[in-house]
């Protein structure tokens, strides 16, 4: 599902690499309170235990990991050791953003805590998932300080790169396939899951089903829809965005979703109906017929595209000769001994799996 995640990700993405204060025993031994230096400068220990215990918790909430496990241990083994890298790289980007005198304004960081506040249907509901991050917001804003200054350094460092008209063109001929889109809707959706595995399934789905029927009244009794979801929806990525689904085409979603999304008329509420993921109501928004867009429509965004991945090119390259200039020690103790890859995304409903 477009967007499914953007909420979670947008939030993740801001803080970089935020998190919760840790409660890891074995960690409060480090007396100085750093777990590596970068050029002299520290790595602080607090850090370095936010990062991981968020990360713990996303796993734990995302994926089931149990941390106590033989197979816990070492996965956990192999985020640290990431979490080092990652951890030193910024450092050794802030270091740099200090040589060029690249700050974050107060100002820059209300914009960019605004963005990350727009993912959320309301005020409630962000100030639910930072609370679930553990953080307060003072410790966003922080995190959004550096981030900030770390874009400004991005820039600089690619500030002399020039995308042509030419270049434009090129892209666009060669990517045609990209601009050209099928018919698509544009919906939101209110999930109410029902339990496969339930000890009394028929009593369970009826249970789903009168709850979706109860929200659908609701709605036609004048309930805002973005606000229902938001509140009662069994789907985690859309319903931080009301329950908006972006636009999609056909052979996104299963076939009674679909067909239902397809059959309306915009503004529309359907009635509800069932999937293999439980019962949904549906509101249509828009509708797009088949086309390609003409380079004109879509020059601007090729145009930001391609400076953005030639920027993003040219930043890399530079922060791996920061690193190989760089004198970087991680103290013993922090050194993992196992690495085991994370887990992949499981699949998010409605769309076809």
Request: aromatic share 8%.
């Given at each position: 599902?477009?967007?499914?995640?953007?909420?979670?990700?947008?939030?993740?993405?801001?803080?970089?690499?935020?998190?919760?204060?840790?409660?890891?025993?074995?960690?409060?031994?480090?007396?100085?309170?750093?777990?590596?230096?970068?050029?002299?400068?520290?790595?602080?220990?607090?850090?370095?235990?936010?990062?991981?215990?968020?990360?713990?918790?996303?796993?734990?909430?995302?994926?089931?990991?149990?941390?106590?496990?033989?197979?816990?241990?070492?996965?956990?083994?192999?985020?640290?050791?990431?979490?080092?890298?990652?951890?030193?790289?910024?450092?050794?980007?802030?270091?740099?953003?200090?040589?060029?005198?690249?700050?974050?304004?107060?100002?820059?960081?209300?914009?960019?805590?605004?963005?990350?506040?727009?993912?959320?249907?309301?005020?409630?509901?962000?100030?639910?998932?930072?609370?679930?991050?553990?953080?307060?917001?003072?410790?966003?804003?922080?995190?959004?300080?550096?981030?900030?200054?770390?874009?400004?350094?991005?820039?600089?460092?690619?500030?002399?790169?020039?995308?042509?008209?030419?270049?434009?063109?090129?892209?666009y001929n060669k990517n045609k396939a990209?601009?050209?889109?099928?018919?698509?809707?544009?919906?939101?959706?209110?999930?109410?899951?029902?339990?496969?595995?339930?000890?009394?399934?028929?009593?369970?789905?009826?249970?789903?089903?009168?709850?979706?029927?109860?929200?659908?009244?609701?709605?036609?009794?004048?309930?805002?829809?973005?606000?229902?979801?938001?509140?009662?929806?069994?789907?985690?990525?859309?319903?931080?965005?009301?329950?908006?689904?972006?636009?999609?085409?056909?052979?996104?979603?299963?076939?009674?979703?679909?067909?239902?999304?397809?059959?309306?008329?915009?503004?529309?509420?359907?009635?509800?109906?069932?999937?293999?993921?439980?019962?949904?109501?549906?509101?249509?928004?828009?509708?797009?017929?088949?086309?390609?867009?003409?380079?004109?429509?879509?020059?601007?965004?090729?145009?930001?595209?391609?400076?953005?991945?030639?920027?993003?090119?040219?930043?890399?390259?530079?922060?791996?000769?920061?690193?190989?200039?760089?004198?970087?020690?991680?103290?013993?103790?922090?050194?993992?001994?196992?690495?085991?890859?994370?887990?992949?995304?499981?699949?998010?409903?409605p769309e076809k799996k």
């Amino acid at each position: 599902m477009k967007n499914s995640t953007k909420a979670a990700y947008g939030l993740a993405l801001a803080l970089l690499i935020g998190g919760v204060t840790a409660s890891c025993s074995a960690l409060t031994f480090n007396k100085d309170g750093y777990v590596a230096t970068v050029n002299g400068h520290k790595v602080s220990l607090k850090d370095y235990n936010q990062a991981l215990e968020q990360q713990k918790k996303q796993y734990a909430m995302r994926f089931g990991v149990d941390f106590n496990s033989t197979q816990g241990k070492q996965m956990l083994a192999g985020m640290q050791q990431q979490l080092l890298q990652q951890l030193t790289e910024r450092e050794l980007l802030l270091i740099e953003t200090e040589k060029r005198g690249l700050k974050a304004t107060d100002a820059e960081v209300e914009t960019k805590l605004a963005d990350v506040k727009k993912q959320f249907p309301d005020n409630a509901a962000f100030e639910k998932a930072i609370k679930e991050y553990g953080l307060t917001l003072a410790d966003l804003k922080q995190q959004l300080f550096k981030a900030v200054a770390i874009e400004k350094l991005q820039k600089d460092v690619g500030k002399d790169i020039a995308v042509t008209d030419a270049q434009v063109a090129d892209y666009y001929n060669k990517n045609k396939a990209q601009f050209a889109h099928t018919e698509e809707v544009e919906a939101s959706h209110i999930l109410v899951k029902f339990d496969e595995e339930a000890k009394d399934k028929a009593k369970d789905e009826a249970r789903a089903l009168g709850k979706i029927k109860e929200i659908h009244a609701k709605v036609k009794a004048g309930g805002d829809f973005a606000k229902l979801a938001g509140e009662n929806s069994d789907d985690p990525g859309s319903k931080a965005q009301g329950g908006s689904l972006g636009f999609f085409g056909k052979g996104r979603m299963v076939p009674e979703f679909e067909k239902t999304a397809f059959a309306m008329k915009n503004g529309e509420v359907s009635e509800p109906f069932k999937t293999q993921f439980g019962y949904h109501i549906i509101k249509r928004l828009d509708y797009r017929p088949a086309r390609t867009e003409p380079l004109a429509e879509v020059s601007k965004s090729i145009h930001e595209q391609l400076q953005t991945q030639q920027q993003g090119e040219r930043f890399q390259q530079f922060v791996e000769t920061l690193k190989k200039g760089a004198t970087i020690e991680i103290r013993p103790e922090y050194q993992p001994k196992h690495e085991s890859p994370a887990p992949s995304a499981a699949p998010v409903t409605p769309e076809k799996k």
